[in-house]
């Protein structure tokens, strides 16, 4: 029996299961609709799908708690902060979503705890974690039956200053333990050890409300299993399963993650080492930047409405799925999503209770995806597509074809405007990026968006729906520590200390992982003094000596001018002031080779389909596994595969490479 490795990635609308063959490097490949009700059910459908093998591991990217904050389901849950600031959350930050120009028309959403639901504790740390009134043992037993008494069963604690000493935090939860033994507790100081206070409350706040869902639902996956397993994070690494469940937040958007690095290591082997990627699922569309085949990293992230400051891999998200749901505004106007129809009920065109039109009724009807999916186990009704797009036709005075094509054109748009958020915003310029578009529904508008941001290629992967799942395979094991240290005049010995006690909590965590010789890497957040917000670089390992200051001091003005186009390497009226420390822990894995000619071959079959691109007219149909490298397909035609399609417009040409890779480029005249 094959040994093998198993990357399972449970989406909105399907789950994508890929399993390496340690010995062979052999990939094997599948999907089936998800299961939003109990995720598990699918993630265990799709394992069975592959039939008896011997599973050496197993990593899983998950959505559960991604979904419980994009839905807001939070309840009961209570924050305990330091005597004086129980308006932390009330308060908030200054700045309005859109600019100031929004001032007149926002409105303060409801906070993610409620007012009456957060206590204060008596006790007060300076910023150097100097105890300046002592804790209150008294109030905070108080406290902790308050809650228990309401059943109110998660809790954050976020304690002024805890960054720098989590001794009253640490004795907080030790009350909590005796007084109220239900609740489920997160403490800042373990779930973000650094400074601004709001971010890491509402960060650990987060934590507290995914835990109990997290925890059931990585116990029902384990006893179904019977093995243990893994846990894609946001940051780009994995981490066990039972070590996941006590920091749950870091698993927020570790799908998207996985087909980021998944993506960058294709295309990487294929000489692409800088690129975008594009994630196309049923229900959202997912958008990173990779540079020299790291993807960007941020810690100004958000889940829905919530900022979460931990480490994650720089992700712009938009509602543009193949499930996104078509709709006329009461101006009139025509609009694609953000809602979806999902797994369930789905397009008008699966037959199973869709009443609205949708971006993969528009490709059904316009014939640039095949009557089925997933190689016919889902069928597709052209019909009830037609009828859903004459319908919403009638009610804007268009063609049903130029309905059709709006609802595309519109989705295109909201995709493109996800690319130039990591671009444009960032100083890029997104001409000099070739896109790598995979799942689903991710290269059905490949074409569409090179013409509309002047890109010079997209790059479809084989078995494009399965990246994601492939991405997890390829996952170190990560664990990100930070120490906040505000300071001019940076004593090296501090500096030191602090890289030293980071890189032992990380080589204590790998140990528990298996890993006895970890890679530890260093970084550290710096501004300009009297700037808001700070630059990461990376910093150098070995000794935190004079040559170390001034290396990491250089790559910051350097960082700073790409980012702002502007630096103060001699001015000595803009110091530098250091701001964060922090260390990554990894424990490398044996990645999966990137085989040439992945597929295995079939002949190719002559066929054609009405399609329509400028007009409807019989298109080629190919079968990717029947094209060799260095075949070149002139539009129209469409490509297709068991877990996707590429739609090749008139104008455009598709040439396969060595790797299997489809290279999709507008034709010079």
């Known amino acids: 029996m094959r040994s093998v490795r198993i990357g399972v990635d449970t989406g909105g609308t399907f789950t994508d299961v890929v399993a390496v063959d340690e010995q062979t490097g052999e990939i094997v490949t599948t999907k089936t609709p998800s299961t939003p009700a109990n995720p598990a059910d699918g993630f265990i459908t799709g394992i069975g799908k592959l039939g008896e093998l011997d599973v050496a591991s197993i990593v899983h990217g998950t959505t559960v708690a991604t979904n419980q904050l994009l839905e807001e389901r939070i309840a009961n849950l209570g924050l305990i902060t330091t005597e004086g600031f129980e308006f932390i ?37 300076d910023h150097t974690g100097a105890e300046v009134r002592p804790f209150s043992e008294e109030q905070a037993a108080e406290v902790a039956r308050w809650f228990r008494a309401r059943g109110v069963n998660a809790i954050g604690v976020c304690f002024l200053h805890s960054y720098a000493n989590p001794d009253h935090e640490r004795r907080m939860r030790e009350v909590l333990a005796r007084e109220h033994p239900e609740a489920v507790v997160s403490i800042s100081s373990d779930v973000l050890r650094e400074y601004r206070e709001y971010e890491r409350a509402v960060t650990t ?18 006893s179904r299993l019977g093995k243990p397993f893994s846990v894609m994070k946001s940051n780009g690494g994995v981490l066990s399963a039972r070590e996941v469940v006590n920091q749950p937040i870091t698993t927020v958007l570790s799908g998207p993650a996985a087909g980021a690095l998944g993506a960058a290591l294709i295309a990487g082997k294929a000489g692409h080492p800088s690129l975008i990627t594009l994630d196309g699922g049923g229900t959202s569309t997912d958008v990173a930047v990779v ?37 006329i505004s009461p101006e009139g106007t025509l609009k694609v999503g953000p809602r979806s129809a999902g797994a369930d009920p789905g397009p008008l065109c699966y037959r199973r209770g869709g009443t609205e039109v949708t971006v993969t009724d528009a490709h059904v009807y316009l014939g640039r995806i095949p009557p089925h999916l997933l190689g016919g186990e889902i069928p597709l009704d052209f019909d009830a597509a037609r009828m859903g797009i004459e319908a919403l036709a009638d009610k804007l005075g268009l063609t049903p074809e130029r309905t059709a094509t709006g609802i595309l054109e519109i989705s295109a748009f909201n995709q493109s405007n996800a690319i130039r958020q990591l671009t444009v915003k960032r100083g890029l310029d997104v001409r000099d990026f070739p896109l790598v578009t995979f799942g689903g529904s991710g290269p059905l508008l490949a074409c569409r968006l090179i013409d509309i941001l002047g890109l010079p290629a997209v790059i479809v992967p084989p078995e494009p729906g399965n990246v994601s799942a492939f991405g997890l395979l390829s996952v170190d094991v990560k664990n990100d520590y930070v120490r906040t240290h505000v300071t001019r005049d940076l004593a090296l010995d501090k500096a030191a200390r602090i890289y030293a006690e980071l890189e032992a909590e990380a080589a ?7 890993f006895d010789q970890p890679v530890h890497v260093r970084s550290a957040d710096l501004r300009y003094y009297g700037q808001a917000y700070e630059v990461r670089v990376p910093a150098p390992a070995g000794p935190v000596d004079e040559g170390w200051r001034q290396e990491v001091a250089g790559r910051f003005h350097d960082a700073h001018e790409k980012l702002y186009g502007y630096a103060y390497r001699d001015d000595e009226r803009h110091g530098i002031e250091w701001v964060n420390l922090r260390v990554s822990g990894i424990g490398p894995i044996t990645r999966p080779v990137i085989r040439r000619s992945p597929y295995q071959k079939v002949d190719p079959v002559p066929a054609t389909r009405k399609a329509h691109f400028e007009e409807r007219a019989d298109t080629p149909i ?21 877990g996707s399609t590429i739609p090749i417009h008139p104008g455009f040409t598709a040439k396969v490479d060595e790797f299997g890779n489809v290279e999709v480029r507008r034709e010079r005249s």
């Open 89 to 125: 959350l009330e308060i908030a930050r200054q700045s309005v979503p859109d600019g100031y120009g929004n001032s007149y028309f926002w409105v303060k959403p409801p906070r993610i705890v409620p007012v009456h639901l957060v206590k204060t504790v008596g006790g007060r740390l």
């Open 205 to 222: 706040l987060v934590d507290a409300a995914v835990k109990p869902g997290m925890r059931r639902y990585i116990a029902n996956l384990s």
């Open 291 to 327: 540079i020299d085949g790291e993807p960007s990293i941020t810690t100004e992230g958000a889940v829905g409405r919530y900022p979460c400051k931990i480490p994650m891999i720089d992700i712009v998200t938009v509602g543009a799925g193949g499930g996104s749901i078509a709709w």
């Open 508 to 514: 204590e965590a790998l140990d528990r992982e298996g």
């Open 622 to 642: 190919h079968q990717r596994a029947a094209l060799e490298p260095g075949a070149v397909i002139e539009g129209p035609a469409v490509i297709e595969e068991y």
